[in-house]
Structure formats: structure tokens, C-alpha cells
């Protein structure tokens, strides 16, 4: 079983700048697939980004070259750094985690298929 804890949410103006960070309860060097999603009022959630343990990245089109994904093996944490956001990006955000080989390999921005989830932080951009 493995425990997700995300952190770090909170309101910012349009432009501005969010960390997330999801703390993890299992060895990120073993082969792993982390990802974050979003989740507006009324839509379907959404892949924003993955990573595995090897450090591959994938992004959802709407967030490239604005928020960045990265793991830190040494404190099993995941982060999303999230530059230029705009009110589009409202939702709540959840951490999510597949285990194993397969997982790792095939670690995806289009997987929508996780074992475990975090609770959720919440994100709010005002325009």
C-alpha cells in the first residue's frame, strides 16, 4: 500500500507561480510512475504530468513549458512546479502512483489508470 500526501496548494493571480508536493510512502528508485492530475467544477480529470523513477517526463499539452515535474529520490517526494498560471488552471490537484516495471516503462500523461491517489490540494487562479 502506498500512501500519497499532497501539499502546497493555494490561490495566486493569473501570471503567478505554485509548488505542489506530494509526499510519497515508497522507494521512488524502485521502478514507479508518478503523476499529477487536475480535476475542475464540472469537467473530467485530467493527466497534467508524469514521471517515473528514471526521470522520463510526459505533459499535457496545456501545461508545456509552464509547469515543470520532478521527483526527489532522496525525500520519495514528488513536485509540480507550476509557472504562468492562468485561471484555466483552477481545479484540484491530486498526486497519483503505479508500481513496478510495466508502470514505469510505460508512464503516461494519457494513463488514467493508477492504484493510488492522494487527497487533493486545491488551486485557484484569479484572473
Known amino acids: 500500500q502506498v500512501q500519497l500526501v499532497e501539499s502546497g496548494g493555494g490561490s495566486v493571480q493569473a501570471g503567478g507561480s505554485l509548488s505542489l508536493s506530494c509526499s510519497v510512502s515508497a522507494n521512488t528508485t524502485s521502478p514507479i510512475c508518478m503523476a499529477w492530475f487536475r480535476q475542475a467544477p464540472g469537467k473530467e480529470r485530467e493527466g497534467v504530468a508524469t514521471i517515473n523513477n528514471i526521470g522520463r517526463t510526459t505533459y499535457a499539452d496545456p501545461v508545456k513549458g509552464r509547469f515543470t515535474i520532478s521527483l526527489d529520490n532522496t525525500k520519495n517526494t514528488l513536485y509540480l512546479l507550476m509557472n504562468s498560471l492562468k485561471p484555466e488552471d483552477t481545479a484540484m490537484y491530486s498526486c497519483?502512483?503505479?508500481?513496478?516495471?510495466?508502470?514505469?516503462?510505460?508512464?503516461?500523461?494519457?494513463?488514467?489508470?493508477?492504484?493510488?491517489w492522494g487527497q487533493g490540494t486545491q488551486v485557484t487562479v484569479s484572473s
Open positions: 497519483a502512483a503505479n508500481q513496478g516495471l510495466l508502470a514505469a516503462r510505460f508512464c503516461s500523461v494519457t494513463n488514467r489508470n493508477y492504484a493510488y
